[in-house]
């Protein structure tokens, strides 16, 4: 476990660092990735242990009985979030992007509304979209420099169409760790309009020491029968190319309308994802990802502290998740202008406020998992191309 540990991916197919001179003018040789988020650090040994075993044996067949891997995540919720999953809730997905557009497609009809709370992680209103769904954004609220919900405009601009909310717990971007009060008004809003309650906790691991996360079905057991979760251990781990996640569904008629789905569409898992993600979800798994959040509480402290030094900037405070949000609109400099600073004088790549929806246009997002070396160059570089503020 180290996490100072400095590991060049460039030429290696990782999409934060091969294509970011494409879509944000950024070279690999000059440039810091702090966009896509995965992290710099090598997942815990156990995993590596895993993948090496794999490739002793040699065999890359189909593979066949997921005991051991509905068993591990059964441990991991009980032990790390304290809920009990039955094992034949889980349908395993190649990952929470497909398993999003899974519940659009198994739970929705085309020109229904699907509500997000904006900002959020883009892919939702991708693929909602792309599926032929309306995006019904909410905007979230600030109070304090943190974002909050505000369920009564939410209410007046429910119309009848909407049949999905999509919930980001913890939210991305902007660290929030719902209480389980906010959670509750979700999932009553949800009963109010009758909608079906998709919780993405893909983030869920990643809350700092001080935090508490609260999983949706134990916040608000009365939902149970309109609740999806999805979870992962990839964001976790850092193994997101691994491409496996969780469609968790208590409900018999909302789990027989999903099976019907993936039957229709041919999805069977890949076995990486599941070796890898088993040896994740143990003692050993557990005590890196404490590690690991330890360390990134460092970042948090180093990166809060020296971007709200700059005139203009501000970061939101994060309870959870290595994304940084940080506002530029106290610099008063159009989005172009910021861009321009960042990406061009500063050299790093980070991801545009815009593509998260209704209320991000003035943010960017900075991913901070990486040694912290990387993070100071980068918070060097940053104070030089704001440097006519201060
Ligand atoms: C909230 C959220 N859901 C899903 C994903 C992506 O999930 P996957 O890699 O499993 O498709 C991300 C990645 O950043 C995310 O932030």
């Not at 999003?100 to 991708?126: E, I, K, N, W």
Request: one cysteine or more; hydrophobic letters at 45%.
């Amino acid at each position: 476990m180290n996490f100072d540990e400095r590991i060049d991916r460039r030429g290696s197919h990782s999409v934060k660092w091969d294509m970011m001179e494409t879509l944000y003018g950024v070279p690999a040789s000059t440039g810091i990735a702090m966009w896509v988020a995965d992290m710099e650090f090598r997942p815990p040994a156990a995993i590596q242990k895993a993948v090496e075993g794999m490739a002793a044996h040699g065999l890359y067949g189909y593979f066949g009985d997921d005991r051991d891997y509905l068993a591990a995540i059964r441990w991991w919720m009980e032990h790390r979030h304290g809920w009990e999953v039955a094992p034949e809730w889980i349908f395993t997905v190649h990952g929470l992007v497909n398993g999003t557009a899974l519940c659009v497609d198994a739970f929705t009809q085309p020109g229904d509304g699907v509500v997000l709370m904006t900002p959020v992680y883009h892919a939702f209103s991708r693929v909602i979209r792309a599926a032929g769904r309306d995006v019904v954004e909410c905007r979230l609220a600030q109070d304090n420099g943190r974002y909050v919900m505000d369920l009564d405009a939410w209410d007046a601009q429910m119309t009848g169409r909407e049949r999905m909310l999509i919930l980001c717990s913890p939210h991305n971007p902007g660290g929030r760790v719902w209480t389980v009060e906010e959670l509750r008004q979700v999932a009553d809003f949800c009963v109010r309009h009758d909608l079906i309650l998709v919780s993405d906790e893909i983030h869920h691991d990643l809350v700092y020491p001080g935090q508490r996360h609260t999983v949706m079905p134990l916040a608000a057991p009365e939902v149970l029968e309109r609740l999806v979760m999805l979870t992962a251990g990839t964001k976790t781990f850092n193994i997101a190319g691994a491409h496996c996640g969780n469609v968790i569904i208590p409900d018999p008629t909302l789990r027989a309308t999903m099976a019907r789905r993936i039957g229709a569409l041919g999805i069977s898992p890949n076995s990486f994802g599941l070796f890898m993600v088993s040896a994740g979800y143990s003692p050993e798994g557990a005590e890196w990802a404490d590690a690991l959040m330890r360390y990134l509480e460092g970042n948090r402290a180093l990166f809060d502290e020296r971007i709200n030094r700059i005139p203009g900037l501000r970061s939101m405070p994060l309870e959870a998740t290595y994304l940084s949000w940080v506002d530029f609109a106290g610099t008063g400099m159009s989005a172009e202008e910021i861009h321009r600073r960042v990406e061009s004088e500063a050299q790093i790549a980070a991801n545009h406020g815009a593509t998260f929806g209704a209320g991000g246009e003035s943010f960017l997002r900075f991913n901070i998992a990486a040694p912290r070396a990387q993070v100071e160059e980068a918070l060097e570089r940053l104070s030089r191309a704001f440097a006519d503020l201060q």
